[in-house]
């Protein structure tokens, strides 16, 4: 069993690490719009620098976590870098300097988010009924950082720069917060290390097994439309009207934290991969709902779809990383956990970005407002696609051979 004293301490890093990310990520588009004056593909580029960052992390972690150093080390050295980071990319007036200080900061974060998962992973007895419990806290620390901007009335005043020193302060909180962890060494291994071992590389031979493989390259496709949501979320809800857009937006998080909840219920009912299934279809109704609502009489659609992130999330990205834990062999979780990541929020959202960024400004509209409706139901239909996919080809396994 999880004791109490360790799952505060877990529940505790959860809430800073997405903290951390919600103080800054959620009006990162509106502030690059409104205060730098960035483009459509400006900020598609800003939101890049979290691909870059992911794409990065299963070497990091596969070196630090399931070889060399303590898990929890590494993500105190990582989060006092980014701190540093976040605290000049607010300070910059243009968006060049801006785009290098954010990219710095991303490459140190994300791979944090994998270091968090394989520490709370360790402790846990079963990981399935035991990690959401704590997971949630990390969701209510996003939901804090919103309803703090929000209240403080930062976008309303122009001054979003002032997110990023509040996700500084929350980095170095938890850089320093991070050597007091439950001690996490690497995952006992026989033999010297070799180039595959430092790289992580073992993970990769998850992919041998076809069903993994599927959820690894839907993982990459449904990250496509997410980025939509990401990148443009908070400008559209300001573009048509919502005041307080930061705070609105944080129902998505409320929802996540109780759908969360409701995760343990859902894999024993569904499974895995329809557990899935229902998170990649709410991805749909959630940009059809987007595109026929308004701040007026359809605010209900408006404020549905932000509901739907929950679902969206919980079920399709914490399912995902609870069946990865399942199916790695445990000398390649942590490895297996950045690898994940890389699929989703490396080369997942960096296609979405590159995608999303030129499709908003082709409905940019003589007002200087944009056509939402129609920029919405392009990932809709993209996540029916996903869906579609999916549902073909995959089927549960439980275990992986990762023999070389």
Partial sequence: ?????????LSLMMFLEFFVWGAWFVTLGTYLAVELGASG???????????LGAIIAPFIVGLIADRFFP?????????????AMLFLAGRQEGFGSFFIFALLAMVSFMPTLALANSISFRRMENPERQFPSVRIFGTIGWIIAGLLIGWLGWEAAETLSHTFVMAAIGSALLGFYAFTLPHTPPEATEG???????????????????????????????????AFYYNFTNLY???IGVERAAAVQSIGQMSEALFLLAMPLMLR????KWTIVVGMLAWALRYVLFGFGDSGAMMWMVIIGLV????????????????TDRFAPAKVRSAAQGLISLATYGAGLLIGALVSGPLVDMFLQSDGTHDWR??????????????IFFVGLFREEQTADVRG
Avoid at 269 to 272: F, T
């Fill in 308 to 323: 739907l992130h929950g679902v969206c999330y919980d079920f399709f990205f914490v399912a995902g990383q609870i069946y």
């Fill in 41 to 51: 593909s400006q900020i598609s580029l800003a939101f890049l620098t979290q691909s």
């Fill in 71 to 83: 898990a929890q080390r590494i993500l105190g050295v990582l989060h006092l870098f980014s701190a």
């Fill in 269 to 272: 009912k569904l499974g895995i």
């Fill in 192 to 226: 010297p290390a070799t180039v595959r071992d430092i790289l992580g590389l073992d993970a990769l031979a998850l992919l041998k097994t076809r069903s993994y493989l599927v959820f690894f390259i839907s993982s990459i496709l449904i990250c496509i439309p997410l």
């Fill in 1 to 9: 069993m999880l004791d109490t004293i360790t799952r505060v301490r």
């Fill in 237 to 239: 809800l300001n573009e």
């Fill in 374 to 387: 129609s920029i919405w139901l392009i990932p809709a239909a993209f996540a029916v696609l996903v869906t």
